[in-house]
Every structure is written in structure tokens, then in C-alpha cells.
């Protein structure tokens, strides 16, 4: 079974400033994929950032990267110079079946 | 290309009434996919389909039944609503397992009361 814990329901940040988000799963897959999804409030979902497990780097896109951590798995999200459309619910989800946590509701400040 | 498109985009419905979810995409993807949204939850995944004529349960299919006669289309099936089924609903798909990259509709969002 495949189970995703996102353990903060709400953060927020000033612009500008550097975010992290935290996920924990557990997965009984040998190889799988991560990702972090962001739902802003038109409801679409937007796929961020995507890391496949058996690659140790670490992936990064523009502003966003994570920090992935096999043996512990974690896979957190790191937004940096945060802006005022990043304000959405961000999912983080792991493997083929995408099995999703419960999300964080991020909130940028002006 | 429209991508994935779904509809109605909202919808009431009395308990005990039937209706189908229409999605449709037009990138020749294999790989399509059904979620619920439940208020202030992530997704889950009610069922999936691999290729025409192939499809699988998800994780909460009871209550529902899903159809893949063609590429493009990937209807979802609620008998006999019930107001647990109110929800909002997402299709999606992809190229192919490798990518994982999925595609969202818009989505539906479904009151039965």
C-alpha cells in the first residue's frame, strides 16, 4: 500500500522569501515516482516537480527544487523568492496510481 | 489540442439518480485516469485505465463504473447517487507509465442531495 503525509495543513510566507513544504510516504515499490502537484483556486491541477526515486539528484525546476531523502522518505519542497501566484494547495503524490496526501494550503503575503 | 476536457463542469443530482462523467482527451494518451476531491482532501483514485478496453480499480471504486472503448474517451459512471459521492471530480491522463506526468481536466464538481 501507498500512503503520503503532508504534516502541515496551512503555512505562509512573505514574497520574496524561501519556503520549505514537508511529504513523508511510504511506498513498497521499488521504483517509483514523486511529485508535487499545485492546485491553485481555478481548482486545475498543475504539476510543479517530478523526481524519479532511483536518481539521487535532487530535481529542480526555476524556483522550485526538492530535497529528496530515499532512506527516509522524504521528498520536500523547496520554493524560493516565493511570488504571489504561487498562493495554492500544493499535493504532493507518489507512483504510477499517484496516491496523494491531504495537501498544504500555502498562502504568499505581500 | 484542448487537452483533457470534462463535463458538465457542475452538476446537481437527487439521491439515487444515475449519471455519467464525460472526459475526453485528445493527446493520444494510453494511460486515463479518474480522482474524487473531497472538501478541503487530496485526491483519490477511483479508477484507471491503461489502454483501450483495459481498466482497473483505484482506491474508491465502490459506487462506481468506468468504460474504455476508445482513446480519447473515459467515461465515469455513478448508479444509484448517494451523498457521499458529492465531490468534486478530475480526469486525467498520460503518455505512457514512464513519464507519470499526468494532465488534469477542469473538473466537475457533483452535489446529490
Known amino acids: 500500500a501507498q500512503t503520503v503525509t503532508q504534516s502541515q495543513p496551512e503555512m505562509s510566507v512573505q514574497e520574496a522569501e524561501t519556503v520549505t513544504l514537508s511529504c513523508t510516504y511510504d511506498t513498497s515499490e521499488n521504483n517509483y515516482y514523486l511529485f508535487w502537484y499545485k492546485q491553485p483556486p481555478s481548482r486545475q491541477m498543475i504539476l510543479v516537480i517530478r523526481q524519479e526515486a532511483y536518481k539521487q539528484q535532487n530535481a529542480t525546476e526555476n524556483r522550485f527544487s526538492v530535497n529528496f531523502q530515499k532512506a527516509a522518505k522524504s521528498f520536500s519542497l523547496k520554493i524560493s523568492d516565493s511570488q504571489l501566484g504561487d498562493t495554492a494547495m500544493y499535493f504532493c503524490?507518489?507512483?504510477?496510481?499517484?496516491?496523494f496526501g491531504k495537501g498544504t494550503k500555502l498562502t504568499v503575503n505581500p | 489540442n484542448a487537452g483533457v476536457t470534462q463535463t458538465p463542469k457542475f452538476r446537481i443530482l437527487k439521491i439515487g439518480q444515475s449519471m455519467t462523467l464525460q472526459c475526453a482527451q485528445d493527446?493520444?494518451?494510453?494511460?486515463m485516469y479518474w480522482y474524487r476531491q473531497d472538501p478541503g482532501m487530496g485526491l483519490k483514485l477511483i479508477y484507471y485505465s491503461v489502454g483501450a478496453g483495459i481498466t482497473d480499480k483505484g482506491e474508491v471504486p465502490n459506487g462506481y463504473n468506468v468504460s474504455r472503448s476508445t482513446t480519447e474517451d473515459f467515461p465515469l459512471r455513478l448508479e444509484l447517487a448517494a451523498p457521499s459521492q458529492t465531490s468534486v471530480y478530475f480526469c486525467a491522463s498520460s503518455s505512457d507509465r514512464h513519464t507519470y506526468e499526468q494532465y488534469f481536466g477542469p473538473g466537475t464538481r457533483l452535489t446529490v442531495t
Open positions: 503524490g507518489v507512483s504510477e496510481k499517484l496516491v
Open positions: 493527446m493520444n494518451h494510453n494511460y
